[in-house]
């Protein structure tokens, strides 16, 4: 049929113009070759294949127990903490296989920041969350962790609201500015990467859209992968998305078209909440 | 995965309604063109003032699946195939409602014409005028069946019109020059078959739009 009309169309002359595409010339961070995962025998990643790309908002969508936050988690190699883990295929991250057995997992972590469904700082003041990784990693001198700690809080678009009581626990805070303290935390540790696993939530609707433009802004000097249950918001934020469904990736194209002319039925039925 | 058939119930309703709105407007229409037509022929200036007094319906329905278009968007923030759909609704519907002016257009010839004698014998005009309300009819059913061939052959279709259309503004110059005091009913004809041309682009763009909604891609059809 599509050859048919490939042939009509050029019978008749027909120009047709296709929408600008995402330029596919990005270096890429991760690429995700044949992944397979079981927790037991459970088979929950099934022979995945994803590019992730620089300066890109990547999202995951797909209903409960898909794979999602799964698959996420294994980007930074935290979902080996679940016991009983067994992958097969690899993950590169800028080249190199994280499931290498010489791979330095710790500064896998450090290159690749997280931020979680619940905002979870640490019982701590503001400033104190926000310079904890920078001291971890043995910087002491306090001028340079102020600078850090300001510029992480203004990446995360968060410094005027709390630029006058950073010693306040962050427990104080509002869950929209927790949430952004969190994003602040990864930040000054200056990660490649944001990996943010359902980061809205448990956010209200202003919270929420705080959230999503800074994932805007962070775009500019960040690779991020949002795993997100809300649909719209995949499609406002992201340049890509992966449709996750029992452990597969069903479809993954540029977010325009998964939105307005998907390749897959069951991304369609998805996507226009036919099930889910 | 849980089934939400229920949740969507409604909204695969509402879809349906707007079609069905649409297809009806589209029905109109073209009958309003058919009656202009045959008004003309019989130079029945009632049946011409019926024509002009029934594109107040179209218009109706036009700014209804407008209100509508706009309420499924806000409320059901549709994307995919849904959005598609809605999308093609709001287009096809500004087309429909563009021919039904222009069937108005020619009653209103018709009128300005009144009952003087016609130059010669309508013939061309009506058989350039079936074409076009062949046109229409096949951007309903290519709608109705959401089927893309149809849509193209529309298309290939315009171009007998345009052909016919140069032939009929060639032919009626050369009346005019032979014949200067029927200005009046010449230019009225040269209007009307400017008009029938008109139509012929709108069912184009009402093509266009159905392989938009059917293939999701972008065509340029003329």
């Known amino acids: 049929m599509v050859q048919v009309m490939e042939r009509t169309r050029e019978r008749a002359g027909l120009k047709q113009t296709a929408a600008p595409a995402v330029p596919d010339v990005r270096p890429l961070v991760y690429d995700t070759k044949l992944l397979n995962l079981w927790y037991g025998n459970h088979h929950a990643l099934k022979n995945i294949d994803l590019p992730i790309r620089e300066n890109e908002v990547t999202a995951i969508i797909g209903p409960s127990g898909c794979g999602k936050s799964t698959y996420i988690k294994t980007l930074n190699r935290m979902v080996e903490l679940v016991d009983d883990v067994r992958t097969s295929g690899e993950i590169l991250y800028r080249s190199r296989n994280i499931f290498d057995r010489n791979y330095p997992v710790e500064e896998l972590r450090t290159r690749v920041g997280m931020v979680f469904q619940k905002p979870n700082p640490f019982p701590k003041s503001i400033y104190d969350n926000v310079a904890y990784g920078p001291r971890i990693h043995g910087i002491r001198n306090r001028q340079i962790l102020d600078e850090i700690v300001e510029k992480s809080l203004r990446g995360a678009a968060i410094w005027d609201e709390v630029k006058d009581r950073l010693n306040t626990n962050a427990y104080s805070l509002s869950g929209g500015q927790q949430q952004r303290i969190c994003i602040a935390r990864a930040l000054a540790i200056e990660p490649d990467v944001i990996l943010m696993d359902e980061p809205t939530s448990a956010l209200d609707p202003i919270s929420t859209l705080k959230v999503e433009e800074l994932v805007q802004e962070l775009r500019e000097d960040y690779s991020i992968v949002i795993v997100t249950h809300n649909m719209q918001q995949a499609a406002r934020i992201s340049d890509r998305t992966a449709f996750f469904l029992s452990g597969e990736v069903v479809e993954f194209d540029e977010t325009d078209k998964m939105f307005s002319n998907p390749e897959h039925k069951r991304t369609e039925d998805y996507i226009s909440g036919r099930f889910g | ?222």
């Open chain 2, 1 to 222: 995965m849980r089934s939400t058939e229920s949740v969507r119930k409604t909204f695969d309703q509402e879809l349906e309604a707007l079609k069905q709105t649409l297809l009806r407007m589209v029905d109109l229409a073209e009958r309003a063109l058919e009656d202009s037509m045959m008004a003309l022929k019989e130079q029945n200036l009632l049946l011409a003032k019926v024509v002009i007094d029934s594109d107040a319906e179209i218009n109706r329905l036009d700014e209804e699946i407008n209100g509508w278009v706009i309420q499924l968007i806000a409320q059901q923030q549709p994307v995919a195939t849904d959005l598609r759909k809605i999308i093609t609704a709001l287009k096809i519907s500004t087309d429909v409602e563009r021919v039904g002016d222009l069937a108005a257009n020619i009653a209103k010839c018709t009128l300005h014409i009144g009952d003087e004698p016609l130059i010669k014998p309508i013939v061309d005009i009506p058989k350039m005028a079936s074409i076009v309300q062949e046109m229409l009819r096949k951007s309903f059913d290519a709608y109705d069946l959401e089927d893309p061939r149809l849509a193209l052959e529309i298309a290939e279709t315009d171009d007998r019109v345009d052909r016919l259309y140069g032939e009929r503004i060639r032919e009626l110059m050369q009346i005019m020059t032979l014949t200067p005091r029927r200005v009046n009913q010449i230019t009225q004809l040269a209007f009307i078959c400017r008009n029938l041309e008109r139509v012929g682009d709108h069912a184009v763009n009402m093509a266009e739009s159905i392989l938009y909604l059917t293939k999701g891609e972008q065509y340029h059809l003329n």
